[in-house]
């Protein structure tokens, strides 16, 4: 393999664009709650590294996975992002940082801004070992330099499944931006990743759906 990338690097050839799929870095998927999942998805699309935002549910099972019954605050949902990532790019880490800093308040329990009940409740869906125990080092490191003036809530949860939303919820920011609940609580949300985070920050969104 390393003699093959040495030839190819002298032909002026992309390894990654010849090399195997099954040889190329994976992507990795992190699952996050942070209140209602417009404002989080149209955050993480403009993240540079992700490759995709899906906006669903986490946290309860397949049959109660639809936004009239997630409504009802008894499904065990939270309304979540599904975020596909390239780690050679963009680390989980960092994500959790974006999270952290201008995704939501993760001091607030089962509410976000204008929106309550444990559907919009701060949660890390982690899906493997390694994504807890970042998750856990992150939150112990906010909390040791005392990031906020309350303790963070949020959970740090294995995963059991993602759901994804009806369409009409896909994208939401993008295709509605002047919709008032999208001004006032989501559209600040990538201002301050580009002021936060300005090597992280891509104008153009990545979509999940057509414009």
């Known amino acids: 393999m390393r003699r093959m990338v040495r030839i190819l690097g002298s032909l002026g050839v ?20 942070g ?16 490759t995709k935002v899906v906006s ?8 109660t996975a ?22 050679s790019v963009v680390s989980y880490e960092t994500l959790l940082d974006v999270f952290f800093s201008v995704g ?34 992150v939150i112990a490191r906010l909390t040791a330099a005392h990031a906020y003036s309350r303790p963070i809530v ?11 939303a009806e369409e009409y919820h896909q994208d939401f920011a993008v295709h509605h931006p002047d919709y008032p609940y ?6 600040p949300k990538v201002e301050h990743l580009r002021e936060k985070f300005p090597r992280l920050y891509r104008e153009s969104p990545v979509l999940t759906t057509s414009r």
């Not at 669903?56 to 049959?63: D, L, S």
């Not at 999208?182 to 559209?187: G, M, P, Q, S, T």
């Open 14 to 33: 992309s390894v990654a664009a010849a090399l195997p799929l099954a040889a190329q870095a994976p992507r990795q998927t992190a699952v996050l709650a």
């Open 35 to 50: 209140g209602c999942f417009w404002g989080i998805q149209n955050l993480f699309e403009h993240v540079t590294g992700v």
């Open 56 to 63: 669903g549910y986490a946290g309860g099972t397949a049959e």
């Open 66 to 87: 639809s936004y009239e019954h997630v409504g009802t605050e008894t499904t065990g949902h939270a309304e979540s992002v599904e975020i596909t990532f390239d780690p």
């Open 104 to 137: 939501h308040d993760p001091t607030q329990l089962n509410r976000q801004g204008p929106d309550e009940g444990p559907s919009y409740r701060s949660a890390i869906f982690y899906r493997n070992d390694e994504q807890r125990a970042v998750a856990q080092a």
């Open 154 to 164: 949020t959970q740090v949860v294995p995963f059991t499944g993602f759901y994804r």
């Open 182 to 187: 999208i001004v006032i609580n989501d559209l």
